[in-house]
């Protein structure tokens, strides 16, 4: 009986301990081809020999006595115990990445991210090795060389970021290729040519960031699908032209479009009142022209400034709540005439309000008092008369006011000289009598905002 029972026990132990050992995840330990590949790659950085902490860290870890899954930067598969991510963001590794470098041995990475690590050269195609990466983070080196044909390998790619460093040429005409691609980043870069559409073919793609490179030429987003998830789209700081085409009415879902300086032409399509998900545009230093279509006014933010815009349409002056949503209108330099409108004082929450340089003319509303919020106005170099109204009762949050280069006269506001959040004031160029005795001392304190 107690043999029985001991044995029993015995019985019981085993199989709760192999049914323990089931039930948690294998924690596999790190592979000897996967530490010793690691460490080739360590060694092929001089910057990288000594573990000289940078920004406090290092790569002291990585060394023969510890499990390699336990390094610092490096994460295993729990299954398989391959590497699966190698982040080694601002490490100064200050080198070209060789076409044999080990790096190419890690076939089962996902995440490589290599942000600002110094690196100069080419980018060797046996990246095309590492097809399972779902993440190529190589921002901020100093690459060069065309866009790397391997990274057509990498069909896996989720986020792909080639930003800031100096690839050039085209794009490859297909890029149809990564069809889980979310995230673009080609900014800063010396990309030339026309801009390929077949990117925006891929329906995972949600951020597109294409600013500050070469391409040019009229663009076209093709035929996007109706379950098109683009988001953010950026065209910033390139040289395309013609007109906006209406296909970018076309993405259901998109937030943010930003078309500063480029040179495209004529006005905004009126399809873009389709959009109803977008918040936020900055049309700013183009050469559009036109009226400034109603369907804007639910926006967050409108940046329309060095364009030649002339009129607003029609329902601007329709209230109602979505126009209350308003931050930021900026409307600078462009080809405005007539009265400032009324409206604008419906925009309760607006925060900056640029109409300079323009030709408006008439007084300053007096309904701007509602505008609470304003850190600021600036309605410079524009032909505005009659007095600088008592606005200011309620602008506890003004920092900037610049109404110079109009034809206002008469006093000066009450109010201005109680706000106490202001640091810029700008009335030069008026006719408005400095006889508030602490105008002359108290103007000598507002700091003009750093450029
Ligand atoms: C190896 O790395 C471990 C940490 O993972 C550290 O405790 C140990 O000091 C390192 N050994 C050497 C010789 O640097
Ligand atoms: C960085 O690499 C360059 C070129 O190989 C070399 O001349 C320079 O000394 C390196 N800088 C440091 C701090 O290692
Ligand atoms: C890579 O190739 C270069 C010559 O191109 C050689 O000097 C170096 O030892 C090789 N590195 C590895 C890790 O095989
Ligand atoms: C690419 O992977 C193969 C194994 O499939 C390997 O033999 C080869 O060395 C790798 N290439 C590079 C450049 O690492
Ligand atoms: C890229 O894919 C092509 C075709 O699938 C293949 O022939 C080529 O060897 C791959 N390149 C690399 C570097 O793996
Ligand atoms: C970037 O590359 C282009 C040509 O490829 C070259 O003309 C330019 O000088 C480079 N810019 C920098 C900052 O290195
Ligand atoms: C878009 O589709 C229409 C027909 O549905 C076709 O005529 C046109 O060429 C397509 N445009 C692009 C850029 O694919
Ligand atoms: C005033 O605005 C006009 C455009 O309306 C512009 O041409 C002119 O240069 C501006 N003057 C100053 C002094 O900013
Ligand atoms: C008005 O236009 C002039 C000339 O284009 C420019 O220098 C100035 O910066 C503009 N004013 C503002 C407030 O942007
Ligand atoms: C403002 O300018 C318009 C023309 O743009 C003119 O008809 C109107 O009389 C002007 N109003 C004032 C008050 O100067
Ligand atoms: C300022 O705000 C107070 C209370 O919030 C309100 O009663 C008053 O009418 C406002 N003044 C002006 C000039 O709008």
Known sequence: ??????????????????????????????????????????????????????????????????????WEEVTCDTKSGKVISLVLDFFYLNNSLKTNSSLFKLQHLRILSLS?????????????????????????????GQFPASVGNLTQLTRLELSDNNFSGKLPHDMSGYQNLDYFDVRENSFSGPFPTSLFKIPSLEFVLLGSNHFKGPMDFGNASSTSKLYYLSLS?????????????????????????????????????????????????????????????RLTSVRLSHNSFSSFGKSWEVLNDEFTLMWILDLNSNSFRGQVPNWICKISLLLLLDFSNNSFNGSI????????????LILRNNSLSG?????????????????????????????????????????????????LIPLVDFSATFKRPQP
């Not at 300086?261 to 545009?281: A, E, M, T, V």
């Not at 509303?365 to 600021?376: G, V, Y």
């Not at 006269?409 to 700008?426: D, I, T």
């Open 1 to 70: 009986m107690m043999v029985q029972s001991h044995c029993y026990c015995y019985f019981f132990c085993l199989i709760s301990l192999l049914l323990h050992t089931l039930a948690s995840p294998m924690l596999r330990h790190c592979l000897h081809d996967q530490r010793d590949t690691l460490l080739e790659f360590k060694d092929e950085f001089p910057t990288l020999q000594y573990n000289s902490k940078v920004n406090g860290r290092s790569l002291s870890s990585w060394n023969m006595t510890s499990d390699c899954c336990s």
């Open 116 to 144: 600002g690590c110094k690196l100069y050269g080419e980018v060797p195609s046996s990246l095309g090795n590492l097809s399972h990466l779902t993440d190529l983070v190589l921002r901020h080196n100093k690459l060069v």
């Open 237 to 297: 700081h390139n040289q395309f032209n013609g007109l906006i085409p209406e296909s970018t009415c076309e993405f259901p879902q998109l937030g943010d479009l930003d078309l500063k300086y480029n040179n495209f032409i004529g006005s905004i399509p009126r399809c873009i009142s389709k959009l109803d998900r977008l918040i936020d545009i900055d049309f700013s230093n183009n050469k559009l022209e036109g009226e400034v279509p109603g369907c804007l006014r």
């Open 365 to 376: 509303p007096t309904c701007l008092r509602n505008c609470r919020h304003l850190k600021a």
């Open 387 to 435: 007095t600088l109204p008592e606005i200011f009762v309620n602008a506890t949050m003004l920092l900037s006011l610049d109404v110079s280069g109009n034809q206002l006269e008469g006093k000066f506001p009450k109010s201005l000289v109680s706000c106490e959040s202001l640091e810029y004031l700008n009335v030069e160029g008026n006719r408005i009598k400095d006889n």
